[in-house]
Nanobody, 122 residues
Framework: QVQLVESGGGSVQAGGSLRLSCAAS????????MGWFRQAPGKEREFVAA??????TYSDSVKGRFTISRDITKNTVDLQMNSLKPEDTAVYYC?????????????????WGQGTQVTVSS
């Protein structure tokens, strides 16, 4: 059974940093896509960042502030979030997609974590 488990969420003031981690078990995602989405209260789930075998992509709202990284040997994906803003407040979800093609649509992803809360205060 595939499981994605996030950690590292919390509360921080605007301008601060947090690092999220996601550990996958039950399947290796060596040549697949792993990424992050987020969902704020009353809003739809939105794409944040994704990392494939040799490529990555970010949403415009986080580009230059967030960095996604993977450790293929450990089957993990991290999201370093710097210069956080109140509008970054959301539940952040780790996701994995079979196949190497990067996707920004949530329906394209096959596996999801339970989510971790990130709260940024002004």
């Amino acid at each position: 059974q595939v499981q994605l488990v996030e950690s590292g969420g919390g509360s921080v003031q605007a301008g601060g940093s947090l690092r999220l981690s996601c550990a996958a078990s039950g399947r290796t995602f060596t040549r697949d896509v792993m990424g992050w989405f987020r969902q704020a209260p009353g809003k739809e789930r939105e794409f944040v960042a994704a990392f494939s075998w040799d490529a990555w992509t970010y949403s415009d709202s986080v580009k230059g502030r967030f960095t996604i990284s993977r450790d293929i040997t450990k089957n993990t994906v991290d999201l370093q979030m710097n210069s956080l803003k109140p509008e970054d407040t959301a539940v952040y979800y780790c996701a994995a997609k079979i196949g190497f093609q990067l996707q920004t649509i949530s329906d394209a992803y096959d596996y999801w974590g339970q989510g971790t809360q990130v709260t940024v205060s002004s």
